[in-house]
């Protein structure tokens, strides 16, 4: 199974700024100098080998969006942010083979898990199927109020694609195309509900836009036994542990270090950082993630436990 991000960024897209890019330049040169750089060494080795992600490239501006790729032929999406229109690009430019049958399941009706949706090429085909799966009562309303006639110029109702509406509960266990499915309710603005995908003995948890307070130090907390095992935890860690503690309590997102803990305490093989936060650049985010890495140390000395931090593009391959 592959999981691929399309969308990583939390809340809204982001650009990355010349004076980023600038920045970026700079350090990668004085890096250059340092190692002599300029003496004919491979370039390519010198970037893999000497730059940090946050010199030589770019955790992305898309909101949230991830496929997984369970071989079989039809698409699996975990909403439709903005990182849903490169999808499109890429199964077009890759004349991808699969049946155009596409599953999409939306953790919650914000924005910036549903933007996408209007500029995601196969629902202009009159040979695609979308399954759009939720839990809410105003799913289907949602995306016909996104594209009414003040909002964008084409209409839900005139796309092409055979478009059906599938309303799902939580905590029920359904079987989709072969995957083992089942959802949990979670604390966030108007709710929102985490995945969990079983297939050929990999496990995969999508859960992002949730705030996990005090009581998730409880040993029985649902989520240790909902996230329990998995082979990918894809995890809302739009803030810092002092800002999710403080200014930014109760505001339904968690930090990177609650991300770890109950990670860890459910046996999970790979965390990976999610939803990140906008205000963010590059170095910060590269520095929230040697802190995760830090932090699981101090928590669990011995764990075995890999931690990656989202960004577009990222494939995880289960
Ligand atoms: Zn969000
Ligand atoms: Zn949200």
Redesign the pocket.
């Known amino acids: 199974m592959n999981i691929k991000i399309w969308g990583s960024r ?2 809204l897209p982001i650009s990355v700024t010349a004076d980023e890019v600038r920045y970026k330049i700079k350090e990668a040169l004085a890096i250059a100098c340092k190692e002599q750089i300029c003496k004919g060494a491979d370039v390519d080795k010198f970037i893999d080998e000497k730059l940090p992600f946050y010199v030589w490239g770019s955790y992305g501006s898309n909101t949230s969006c991830v496929e997984i790729d369970d071989g079989s032929d039809e698409y699996f999406i975990c909403d439709a942010g903005s990182g849903i229109r490169d999808l499109a690009v890429d199964i077009i430019e890759n004349k991808r083979k699969k049946n155009r049958i596409f599953n999409l399941f939306i ?2 009706l ?1 924005w ?2 549903i933007q996408g949706f209007p500029f995601f090429l196969p629902a202009y085909s009159k040979d695609s199927v979308i399954n759009i799966y939720g839990f809410h009562d105003t799913l289907e309303e949602s995306f016909f109020y996104q594209q009414n006639t003040n909002n964008f110029p084409v209409q839900l109702n005139q796309l092409s694609a055979q478009i059906n509406f599938k309303k799902l509960k939580p905590d029920q266990q359904y079987d989709i195309s072969g995957f083992k499915f089942s959802a949990i309710k979670q604390e ?3 709710d ?1 509900y985490g995945f969990r995908f079983e297939k050929n003995d990999k496990i995969f948890i999508y859960s ?2 949730a705030e996990h307070g005090e009581e998730s130090e409880k040993a029985n907390y649902a989520f240790i036994d909902f996230f329990k095992n998995a082979d990918l935890l894809i995890f809302d860690a739009q803030y810092r542990y002092q800002e999710a503690m403080n200014e930014k309590k109760n505001w ?2 968690s930090s990177n270090i609650v991300g770890v803990e109950l990670a860890e305490r459910a046996g999970v093989k790979r965390l990976c950082l999610f939803h990140n936060e906008p205000g963010y650049n590059d170095k910060v985010l590269f520095e929230v993630h040697k802190e995760s890495e830090r932090y699981l140390k101090h928590f669990s000395p011995g764990s075995k436990m890999q931690i990656y931090i989202a960004y577009d593009g990222y494939n995880i391959e289960l």
Request: net charge negative.
């Open positions: 939390g809340s953790s919650h914000h910036d898990h966030h603005p108007g929102s992002t836009d339904g997102h």
